[in-house]
């Protein structure tokens, strides 16, 4: 159960940051308010992962793959294109997330 909460709480990571960029420096209400909500629920669920994962081991998750997932949605919906030392370093940050999962005794 714990990771379909971490799931949820990335997503709502994802719509929250997303709408970040939309709102244009908060100056765009509906995009704004996306952006409070998002983070409100992402800040809830991960309370709720953390019932169920270690605190580092969740953050580890959510950070790893909230930046992962951001990159992608800011490539293909922003068109904004990354560079070969980002990509590379994002795969890095993919690796340990799974080095994380497939090998630690402490994600459950």
């Not at 244009?24 to 909500?37: A, C, D, G, I, W």
Request: a positive charge; proline letters at 3%.
């Amino acid at each position: 159960m714990g990771f379909v909460f971490l799931f949820l709480a990335i997503s709502a990571e994802i719509v929250g940051t997303s709408a970040l960029k939309a709102s244009q420096q908060f100056t765009r209400l509906y995009p704004s308010l996306l952006v409070v909500l998002g983070y409100g629920a992402a800040f809830f669920l991960l309370g709720q992962v953390l019932k169920y994962i270690p605190m580092g081991v969740a953050y580890a998750f959510w950070a790893g793959l909230g930046i992962v997932l951001i990159t992608l949605v800011d490539v293909f919906f922003y068109k904004q294109p990354i560079d070969l030392a980002a990509g590379l370093g994002i795969a890095l940050i993919v690796s340990g997330v799974v080095v994380i999962h497939v090998f630690s005794k402490a994600v459950v």
